[in-house]
């Protein structure tokens, strides 16, 4: 009987991104809408507000996203370089050190000095990124990828209440995009979780949870800021 795993690990750069991309697209728009509406304004100048929140949201999120996973790719090459180096200079010390390693993952000592040898022969540098120094090809950085899964899915998040907002009687706004965005948290937390191997029931409770909670607090703030004005 063939056996065959299907492992996630691969996924955790764009699934990160784009989850993140999407709970903020919806969080944060849905909130400025409330808390807009909250301040009693016109439907127009919500929906105003909303937009110029996508598009900024979403040139912040892959702004955000692509330097700060430039940073990591930055820390990762040079980490490297070093040990490219290292390797070129102190090739006997980086077999011991590399053989070392597998011993303290269980391997008896010629075992692992044997692992090392063979595994260096056939990519020394591969074998340290990934054991030494714990990069690893499937998970390595991509700043691109990121920022174009976060920018994207930034702004189909925020087109949800945006729509919502858009298609709402002026009376219901606050109701709509308040209960509708929640929905469409859950739902989110439901699928990342479930893409990411966790929970459904867990991811979606979180994710909810902490959307209601901005929400609210936005909400709040535009109601004092309305009387205020």
Do not use: C
């Not at 700043?143 to 729509?163: C, M, N, R």
């Amino acid at each position: 009987m063939t056996h065959h795993e299907v492992h996630r690990s691969h996924r955790v750069g764009w699934l990160r991104a784009a989850v993140l991309g999407a709970n903020d697209g919806i969080v944060s728009t849905a909130s400025l809408i409330i808390g807009v509406a909250a301040a009693s304004t016109t439907q127009e100048n919500i929906l105003l507000a909303g937009v110029a929140g996508l598009v900024a949201g979403a040139m912040s999120m892959a702004a955000g996203e692509y330097v700060s996973v430039s940073s990591q790719s930055d820390t990762e090459n040079a980490d490297l370089a070093l040990e490219k180096i290292s390797l070129e200079n102190n090739i006997e010390f980086e077999k011991d050190e590399l053989a070392k390693i597998y011993q303290n993952r269980g391997l008896e000592p010629g075992l692992a000095k044997q692992v090392a040898e063979q595994l260096m022969a056939h990519d020394a540098l591969g074998a340290h990124a990934r054991d030494e120094i714990g990069i690893s090809e499937s998970i390595s950085t991509k700043p691109v990828q990121a920022a174009f899964y976060s920018a994207g899915t930034f702004t189909v998040g925020a087109a949800l209440p945006l729509i919502v907002a858009w298609v709402t009687s002026y009376d219901y706004i606050i109701s709509a995009v308040a209960v509708l965005s929640l929905v469409f948290l859950a739902l989110l937390g439901g699928v990342a979780a479930r893409a990411g191997g966790a929970t459904i029931t867990v991811g979606a409770i979180r994710v909810t949870f902490w959307g209601a909670i901005a929400m609210a607090l936005t909400a709040g703030v535009g109601r004092i800021f309305g009387v205020v004005i």
